[in-house]
T-cell receptor, first 111, second 116 residues
């Protein structure tokens, strides 16, 4: 079945440093979504990428979808303490298919 | 965005008892609801997919007789953990979407279940 691998598992950064998490799927995806989960909270939708090679930005966050639609990345520029949490990618094999979540990257930001 | 309400947010129960968790879509009709389980510092594992008015589809390895899912209306799905054991302790999260909604899944707040 479809597998989504995400690295790194943990990332500790100083405030102001950049952060990147990577996601790789064993199969071609129809779309990929990114979520943020704060400690003790539930996943909150950040963005969906659909097109091959797509790049989307949300303020300090940049999301990319690979040309082959099998990998994706989330990059945060100049991290802030409010960025702490776990970032998950989740891919769909088909438009209406189930989401398969990556393992998540736990981000801690030291002030 | 759409709101999904999950209740209770936490529950402690005795071993052998059953616990029901509710998931409601507050401002949209959820034709499909998903139930996930999450262990500490781990990813969300899909347990089952339920479509309104039909039987849930369970993922491999999930016991359908232990985790009863009912999706009787377009705004409510329930997960009942039957004869709970300590190993069932976990964070359970539901998500919901409509048939026309392909962009995102809206998640409930989650339920922290502790079986003692």
């Amino acid at each position: 079945g479809q597998q989504v691998m995400q690295i790194p598992q943990y990332q500790h950064v100083q405030e102001g440093e950049d952060f990147t998490t990577y996601c790789n799927s064993s199969t071609t995806l129809s779309n990929i979504q990114w979520y943020k989960q704060r400690p003790g909270g539930h996943p909150v939708f950040l963005i969906q990428l659909v097109k091959s090679g797509e790049v989307k930005k949300q303020k300090r966050l940049t999301f990319q979808f690979g040309e082959a639609k099998k990998n994706s990345s989330l990059h945060i520029t100049a991290t802030q303490t409010t960025d702490v949490g776990t970032y998950f990618c989740a891919g769909r094999g088909t438009s209406y298919g189930k989401l398969t979540f990556g393992q998540g990257t736990i981000l801690t930001v030291h002030p | 965005g759409a709101v999904v309400s999950q209740h209770p947010s936490w529950v402690i129960c005795k071993s052998g008892t059953s616990v029901k968790i509710e998931c409601r879509s507050l401002d949209f009709q959820a034709t499909t609801m998903f139930w996930y389980r999450q262990f500490p510092k781990q990813s969300l594992m899909l347990m089952a997919t339920s479509n309104e008015g039909s039987k849930a589809t369970y993922e491999q390895g999930v016991e359908k007789d232990k985790f009863l899912i009912n999706h009787a209306s377009l705004t409510l799905s329930t997960l009942t953990v039957t004869s709970a054991h300590p190993e069932d302790s976990s964070f359970y999260i539901c998500s919901a979407r409509t048939g026309t909604m392909v962009t995102e899944a809206f998640f409930g707040q989650g339920t922290r279940l502790t079986v003692v």
